[in-house]
Every structure is written in C-alpha cells, then in structure tokens.
C-alpha cells in the first residue's frame, strides 16, 4: 500500500486488464483474479516473500497449503516431483477445469507454499481471464481463494474488495464465477485416489475414469491429509440453519434454496436450479450480512452431483467449521 501523506492513501488497483495484473505478480505483489470456481488471491509461487505476504493479507493460519495453478499442462513439470498414472488420468479428463491434483512437490518450490507438507496441489482453470493473466505471470501461481480467512471465498470481484481492498496490490476484475463452490481436491500420491475437499466435479464424474476414487475420511489419530479442512470455513457472522422449519425472528433471518418454505425472511432468494443454489451461495452469505440478517435458512439439497459440494459447504458453515 502507497501512502500519501497523513490521510491520503492509495488503495488496491482495479483492472480489467490481465496483463496490468500480471506485472504485479512479476513484481513480487499480490494480485486476485477470476476463476470459474471462486476469485483466487495469486502470488509468484517461487517466491518466498510473495508467498508470506497471501498469509498476511488474508490473516491465514500459517499451516495451511496453497494451491499452485497453472496456464499450461507442461507447468505443472515445474511443481511436482513426479505425475502418478492416477494424476495423469485426471489431468487428462479435468485439466483445464475446477479441479486441483494433490501430488509429491517439487524441490523448487518453496516450503512455505504448501505449509511445510512435501506435496502440492496443482490446477488450472478453465476460466478465459484467468488464463490470459497466469500466461501473462509467466510463472505459476499459488493462490488460495481472495477473501479474509474464515469467511465466505469470493464470487465476485466486489467481494474481494469488501474483504482485501487496501491489503493486496491489485483486483482483476471478471464476471462472477461460474460455479462459485471451490474446486474438488483430489489426493494423487497413493494407490487409491482420495478427495479431499468435494466440488463441482462430482465423486460420480471421477468414478467413471477412476473407479476406486474414494472420498477421504479423517480419523481422529491419523494426521488430516488436508490441512485447510481443520479451519473454520466458508462461514458468514450469521447462524446457519440447514432446513429448520422453526423461524426465530422473521425480521432478522433469511432464506436461500430451491422451493420456499412458504414462511416470511427479511431476504429470499429461490433459485431454479441446484447449479444456481451453489453459484449464488457465497454471495448470498455476504448480503445477508451486510443487512444484520442473525440466522440463515438454507434448504437441504440431495447430495450428488454439485449438491454434494453444496451440502459439505452447508454443513461446514452451520457447524462453524
Ligand atoms: O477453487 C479453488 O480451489 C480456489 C481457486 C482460487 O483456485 N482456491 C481455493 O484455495 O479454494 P484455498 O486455499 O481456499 O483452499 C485450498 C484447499 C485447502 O483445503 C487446503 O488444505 C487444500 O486445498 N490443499 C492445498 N494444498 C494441499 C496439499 N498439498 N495437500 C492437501 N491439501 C491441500
Ligand atoms: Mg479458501
């Protein structure tokens, strides 16, 4: 941040232009840009100093990895040590798309990218802006999603300001995001694949190419494959209630789903599709904070396909976890 003086100072840089943002990054700045899945917080992956800066800017516990992502297939030779078969099927499959590779790191990139942990997550987005701008980079580019640690990721570039603005060098403005859940995480380093995190690419889509793909159940005693997952996530200040029927104070809550519920909320929002649901879910957590909103409704949705994704962020966010 510049300052000017006392009271005058130089906020975030706003741009259209994925090549203004790009310099930033080459710069050793911090730049957020748009991706199908939620806008990511990007920095030089092989820079140390960039890298320490996304912890700070986002206030993000120090123990959790970052995700590397790339424009082109032959970069991600530059993060990982080696690709297993099961990674090279899914890249095949998903690559370019909202799906991250967890696979041994290589020796180049620095420790503090991946939270001390010998493997990286790897992706590259499908997004059209977001492949201009990791092109223009030059590099690859670890960005964890744009938003305060702890509070909804981002789905728009206006949520990256509300949270970031003043914090980081730079905002690549694009549209809201595509699917607005974060991408589906898939462990590549053993002989049975394993998700991490769900996402938009079902656990039925991977079965098909993978079939003992396998979501990861943490045990109590094993040390948690996926970090990130232990932190408090993806919550708004309001409580979440998945279907709840009762009301507490209609003034004061809200509803987000697919049907009404017939009762009366501050805020509504009916969507016409489990797809529309996931895509204005975040957004939604974010207004109905802006108007004081105290308990958020969210109706159950059944869990397959993107649903899966969209009940694992529902949970997590009423359970304040
Ligand atoms: O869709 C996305 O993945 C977005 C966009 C910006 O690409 N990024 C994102 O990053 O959601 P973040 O940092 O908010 O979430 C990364 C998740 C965390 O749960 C983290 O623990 C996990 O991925 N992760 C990253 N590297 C890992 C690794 N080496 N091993 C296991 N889990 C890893
Ligand atoms: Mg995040």
Same mark, same amino acid.
């Given at each position: 941040?510049?300052?000017?003086?006392?009271?005058? =100072?130089?906020?975030?840089?706003?741009?259209?232009?994925?090549? =203004?943002?790009?310099?930033? &990054?080459? %710069?050793?700045?911090?730049?957020? $840009?748009?991706?199908?899945?939620?806008? !990511?917080?990007? +920095?030089?992956?092989?820079?140390?100093?960039?890298?320490?800066? &996304?912890?700070?800017?986002?206030?993000?516990p +120090?123990d959790n990895p #970052?995700?590397?992502?790339? +424009?082109?297939?032959?970069?991600?030779? #530059?993060?990982?040590?080696?690709?297993?078969?099961?990674?090279?099927?899914?890249?095949?499959?998903?690559?370019?798309? @909202?799906?991250t590779?967890v696979? %041994?790191?290589?020796?180049?990139?620095?420790?503090?990218?991946?939270a001390?942990l010998?493997t990286?997550g790897?992706?590259?987005?499908?997004?059209?802006?977001? $492949?201009?701008?990791?092109?223009?980079?030059?590099?690859? *580019? *670890?960005?964890?999603?744009?938003?305060?640690?702890?509070?909804?990721? @981002? =789905?728009?570039?206006?949520?990256?300001?509300?949270?970031?603005?003043?914090? &980081?060098?730079?905002?690549?403005?694009?549209? @809201?995001?595509?699917?607005?859940?974060e991408?589906t995480v898939v462990d590549?380093t053993g002989?049975i694949p394993l998700i991490l995190r769900t996402g938009?690419?079902?656990l039925?889509?991977?079965?098909?190419?993978?079939?003992?793909v396998r979501h990861y159940e943490p045990t109590e005693t094993a040390a948690p494959r996926s970090p990130g997952l232990r932190h408090r996530h993806y919550?708004?200040?309001?409580?979440?209630?998945?279907?709840?029927?009762?009301?507490?104070?209609?003034?004061?809550?809200?509803? &987000? !789903?697919?049907?009404?519920?017939?009762?009366?909320? +501050? #805020?509504?929002?009916?969507?016409? %599709?489990?797809?529309?649901?996931?895509?204005?879910?975040?957004?939604? $957590?974010?207004?109905?904070?802006?108007?004081?909103?105290?308990?958020?409704?969210?109706?159950?949705?059944?869990?397959?396909?993107? !649903?899966a994704a969209?009940m694992d962020r529902?949970r997590r966010?009423?359970s304040g976890k």
């Amino acid at each position: 941040m510049l300052r000017l003086g006392e009271n005058l =100072t130089v906020k975030t840089v706003l741009t259209d232009s994925p090549e =203004t943002a790009a310099e930033f &990054i080459r %710069s050793g700045g911090l730049a957020a $840009f748009p991706t199908e899945t939620v806008y !990511g917080l990007g +920095a030089n992956v092989f820079d140390e100093t960039a890298v320490a800066k &996304i912890f700070d800017a986002k206030r993000r516990p +120090a123990d959790n990895p #970052l995700i590397a992502h790339v +424009a082109r297939r032959e970069d991600i030779l #530059l993060l990982v040590a080696q690709v297993t078969e099961t990674a090279q099927v899914l890249i095949d499959n998903f690559f370019p798309g @909202p799906l991250t590779i967890v696979g %041994s790191k290589s020796a180049a990139v620095p420790a503090m990218a991946t939270a001390g942990l010998d493997t990286i997550g790897v992706r590259m987005p499908r997004n059209e802006i977001a $492949f201009r701008f990791l092109s223009a980079c030059g590099t690859p *580019v *670890v960005a964890p999603s744009a938003n305060l640690s702890g509070r909804p990721s @981002p =789905t728009t570039w206006h949520a990256v300001v509300e949270d970031l603005d003043g914090r &980081i060098d730079c905002i690549l403005k694009g549209d @809201p995001a595509e699917i607005g859940l974060e991408s589906t995480v898939v462990d590549c380093t053993g002989d049975i694949p394993l998700i991490l995190r769900t996402g938009s690419i079902s656990l039925e889509q991977i079965a098909a190419v993978l079939p003992n793909v396998r979501h990861y159940e943490p045990t109590e005693t094993a040390a948690p494959r996926s970090p990130g997952l232990r932190h408090r996530h993806y919550s708004p200040r309001a409580k979440v209630v998945i279907d709840g029927s009762r009301i507490d104070d209609a003034d004061k809550s809200a509803f &987000i !789903g697919v049907n009404t519920n017939g009762a009366q909320f +501050a #805020l509504i929002e009916i969507c016409e %599709s489990v797809d529309e649901y996931a895509r204005e879910l975040f957004g939604f $957590f974010r207004k109905c904070d802006r108007r004081g909103i105290e308990t958020i409704y969210c109706e159950e949705v059944p869990a397959t396909g993107i !649903g899966a994704a969209l009940m694992d962020r529902l949970r997590r966010a009423a359970s304040g976890k």
